[in-house]
């Protein structure tokens, strides 16, 4: 079984809709993190979370939040989509080093 | 400020060596690292090369890392179209967050 799972893999919706992305680990890891990927601009961090209480901004937070439910559970919502969050988001963990493992990623298209 | 740089694509022969080229700004950066991402997945963790370091070997991979001039790179040997992916760089500013460039898609022609 992998690792970091994240659900759905792909979605599709649109416009002014509340989604949650969501992530879970099995790997025991207290750190875990939210990024988009855009073709041409790599991996830009949304938000990070060194524990269960810790929720920490990243590079491009706005229009997004997230909620750290237990140490395993790290999800991602869009309050209201708009097309430029169309992209493919990945959540990561890493324990105490910095080498991070990612899951397979969420497709999400707004339309 | 963090940032890191690569070009966005190189494209070589099956059985060539590869060179993929990245620079950095923090000097701080204690690890550096190479993501591989194939096709349809998430990043997988290559290699990667402590600060202190010119160089790491391992099997078809070598890094170099130029800490003087912020230069890092990767060298695959005996390139295979298995190999065919986008390769990230990464430095690890303190805080514990990666950086990552913007990736260099290879491809590999037979």
């Known amino acids: 079984d992998a690792d970091v799972t994240q659900t759905p893999r792909n979605r599709i919706t649109k416009t002014g809709k509340r989604i949650m992305l969501e992530c879970s680990q099995t790997?025991?890891?207290?750190?875990m993190y939210w990024y988009r990927q855009d073709p041409g601009l790599g991996l830009r961090l949304i938000y990070y979370?060194?524990?269960?209480?810790?929720?920490n901004k990243g590079e491009i937070s706005d229009g997004y939040s997230v909620s750290r439910q237990a140490q395993a559970k790290f999800s991602l919502s869009l309050e209201s989509a708009i097309p430029n969050q169309t992209a493919l988001y990945f959540c990561?963990?890493?324990?105490?080093?910095?080498?991070?493992?990612f899951g397979p990623g969420t497709r999400l298209t707004v339309t | 400020g963090e940032d890191v740089e690569q070009s966005l694509f190189l494209s070589v022969r099956e059985g060539d060596s590869s060179v993929i080229n990245c620079t950095y700004t923090d000097s701080s950066s204690t690890y550096l690292y190479w993501y591989k991402q194939e096709p349809g997945a998430g990043l997988q963790l290559l290699t990667y090369?402590?600060?202190?370091?010119d160089m790491k070997q391992d099997q078809r991979l070598t890094v170099l890392l130029n800490k003087k001039d912020k230069h890092l790179s990767l060298r695959i040997a005996d390139t295979q179209t298995g190999d065919s992916a986008i390769y990230f760089c990464?430095?690890?500013?303190?805080?514990?967050?990666?950086?990552f460039g913007q990736g260099t898609e290879l491809s590999v022609k037979p």
């Open positions: 990464a430095e690890t500013p303190s805080g514990g967050k990666l950086i």
């Open positions: 790997k025991g890891h207290d750190r």
């Open positions: 990561a963990t890493s324990g105490l080093g910095n080498e991070q493992y």
């Open positions: 090369i402590f600060s202190n370091m």
């Open positions: 979370s060194f524990d269960v209480k810790d929720i």
